[in-house]
């Protein structure tokens, strides 16, 4: 049989000292999970994400029954550019051509991966910081002139390519491949 308490310390103050004391409590039961029509009657109880487009109009549910696993986590996403940045900081006095093709390479792999549907503002996400550590590393190289925005500007017109959806909703997808 599984023990009902809990044994916590409690701190008090007995004759002018302080000491800890043991107090039991009771273990708390675990809260009920989700207690709808829809659990009794065996359904699931995922739903689906739902989300707004960029012009603010609310989205359906996915049309997947799972959600999606190609979105990163922030301090993922964080942890891979401060590693272009290192990166950057080492390839700092290569040519600007090979950079840009290094880093269209990164853009590259990254897009193929998490380009799904509902991620474009993470992939803009991602395509800007690394702007931002480019032209700050690009300014780094010179004392004399350092380089302009609008000049970093078209050095990632040519070499990043734009955030867009390469892979489409799993449903249509799989429709293409197996038609029913």
Known sequence: MANKTVKIYERVKVQGKWTDRPVSIPKLKPMARCTSKRTMEGGSTFLGTRGKTRNGIRRPARPSAMP??????????????????????ERMHDPVRQT?????????????????????????????????????????????????????????????ARPRVLHPYPTVRFAASHPR
């Open 100 to 160: 840009g093709q290094w880093l269209k390479s990164i853009v590259q792999g990254h897009f193929n991966y998490y380009a799904v549907p509902g991620n474009l503002d993470s992939l803009g996400v991602f395509r800007d910081g690394l702007i931002g550590h480019w032209w700050r590393t690009l300014r780094r190289r010179s004392q004399k002139r350092p380089i302009s925005w609008k000049r970093t500007l078209a050095l990632t017109d040519r070499w990043l």
């Open 68 to 89: 999606s696993r190609s979105k990163p986590k922030r301090n993922g996403l964080r942890a891979k550019l401060w590693e272009i940045k290192q990166q950057l900081r």
